[in-house]
């Protein structure tokens, strides 16, 4: 099928890896937009039961009619790897594989996998794709316990790693070795939002024969796609805007079919796998993502100028601003710049809280990418248990505020700002 998966499919055609089971290259027709791929893809036309919504087919395992046609599975599985059905849990589950197919299409990859967490995404891939004496490098602004995993985990296994300032690409040249095996970085990072030139990352890349494995948790699919600029693989904390609701824990991880599929054969024996109803709630958000997306964009827009403008406010990241470093590469590479805001309060670590303190809107809180506003410090959740020189010298001062805008109403959250703003 030459086509989308949604458009096309229909209850008579035999299931096929393209379409039956929505995975495949067919699921990621560049021809519709992301929006329409967000309610369609990866479902099939019809469904059991006439259903409009994808089945929660909520099993651990998978019966067979009789002995031969068990046998005709085993070995039909043997020599293709994308089964017509399924065996066991661990191994696939249609609702997953639907999710799994909906996100390959928005990320313009062959194929998509599912995993328990955002953690398990990173730790899965990267684990699948080093080995004992492989070396990697990766930049410093990042996902706390991702660089806790480089720098802890992976050294057990003797493969190193060196981290590199976001926006220096002579480092990233300077530190690349014979063992060099990837380039990993996160876009936009966490906190600071530096945002990857693509084009010079790949170039770079493939220069030396590298894969690149970027997590675009902050920006999603809807703000860019990095595969259609060569990257290899993308990472995504499901658990934030993919899902959008601030209620489960999910990652993937996109990219070629001959990666995914060797990273599907590992977590069929590491185990990170996502449950059938977590799948039914991904899709479910899925649906909404260009909706929920277009207003983090424009509501995260406004409340950065809004924080710049104000006296109490000492500095603003948002690559949405020209004061941003990467202002320039995130216009040219991103159609939004999403909904999270670090900034830095004219005030000592006390007042800033009392600042949050004083919002009535934004819930205090990690994570982000909720339809909920959440505001934190740095300082206080991701680093607390990290000596203050340790935290500093990558720029978590007690100042730090991070904010991830909600889709609740502009004015009513700048109104809150304000009035927060005013009363530390
Ligand atoms: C949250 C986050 C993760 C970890 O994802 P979980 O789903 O919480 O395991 C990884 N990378 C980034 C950029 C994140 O924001």
Redo the contacts with the bound molecule.
Sequence with gaps: MATTAAATQNADAPATPADGNCRGPNAASPRLSNQTKAVHAGEKRFLSHDSVTVPIVQTSTYTFDDTASLINYMEEHMFWDVPEREEYGRYGNPTVRAAEAKLAALDSAEDSLLLS????A?TTTLFILLSQGDHFVMTEDC?R??RGFCNTFLTRFGITCTTVTPGDYDAIEAAIRPETKLLFS?SPT?PFLRCLDYPRLVEIAQRHGLRTVI?T??ATPSNVRPIEYGVDLVIH????YLAGHNDL???CVTGSFDITTALRQSQGILGAVTDPHCAYLILRGLKTLGLRMRQHNESGLCIARFLEDHPRIRRVWYPGLESHPDHDVASRTMSGFGGVISFEVEADGPTTSRFIDACNIPRIGP??GGVESLIEQPALVSHFDSPPEDRLAIGITDELVRLSVGIEDCDDLLADFDQALAKM
């Design positions: 967490s955002g953690m398990a990173i996902y316990r991702t996160e966490n997590d948790t902050f904390s499901v658990t934030k824990l999910a990652g994570s982000l």
